[in-house]
């Protein structure tokens, strides 16, 4: 089957760094998605990763690893307005979005 | 530019009617577009995939009958909640594909539907 595995929630301190992981198992792989929902809204999207390696973009960044099945999404400076639910999405050989159950990140000040 | 609107944004109904939520790609043309519902604390959960001028493909468990699609235009699609129950409250979020794009989807901003 396919599955898409991230912390649930994680805290973390304004002005600090956080690490989002996500684990995958799909059938296929074209690329892998982060997004940034906040609460009642729609998600947006923040990266997508389809090569190895880090990609960067202001105080986000996005590593992948498609030979581990694993990324991870890199929160810098945090503010308050970090606040919210980071979805990882996994686009599979049919170009279908699995997702993640979503991590709640806690910015406290 | 690629924009997609949903409307309404938030809708309340009585139990038993039906309600048409619409999903418009604003700027570029989408042959297909996908129908999510979320429900809270919850991630997003596909409902179907929609594809301009057939039938959609509904994921398993979504019955056909009660969550009507339809993808009249590259740039239109349609989900109805026929006779909506309080359990069919939740928020109903659509993307839209652009044409040979295949690894893009873009949001629509949701909307939240109460049913009493």
């Known amino acids: 089957g396919q599955n898409i595995d991230q912390p649930t929630e994680m805290t973390a301190t304004e002005g600090a760094i956080v690490q989002i992981n996500c684990t995958y198992q799909t059938s296929g792989f074209n690329g892998l998605f982060w997004y940034q929902q906040h609460a009642g809204e729609a998600p947006t999207f923040l990266s997508y990763?389809?090569l190895d390696g880090l990609e960067e973009k202001g105080r986000f960044s996005s590593f992948l690893s498609r030979s581990k099945g694993y990324s991870y999404l890199l929160l810098k400076e945090l503010q308050m307005k970090d606040s919210a639910s980071y979805l990882c999405?996994?686009?599979?050989?049919?170009?279908?979005?699995?997702w993640g159950a979503g991590t709640k990140l806690i910015i406290k000040p | 530019g690629a924009v997609v609107s949903q409307h309404p944004s938030w809708v309340i109904c009585k139990s038993g009617t039906s309600v048409k939520i619409e999903c418009r790609s604003l700027d570029f043309q989408a042959t297909t577009m996908f129908w999510y519902r979320q429900f809270p604390k919850q991630s997003l959960m596909l409902m179907a995939t929609s594809n301009e001028g057939s039938k959609a493909t509904y994921e398993q468990g979504v019955e056909k009958d009660k969550f009507l699609i339809n993808h009249a235009s590259l740039t239109l699609s349609t989900l109805t909640v026929t006779s909506a129950h309080p359990e069919d409250s939740s928020f109903y979020i659509c993307?839209?594909?652009?044409?040979?794009?295949?690894?893009?989807?873009?949001f629509g901003p949701g909307t939240r539907l109460t049913v009493l």
């Open positions: 999405a996994v686009m599979d050989s049919n170009y279908q979005l699995i």
């Open positions: 990763n389809v």
């Open positions: 993307s839209a594909r652009p044409l040979a794009e295949y690894n893009e989807q873009f």
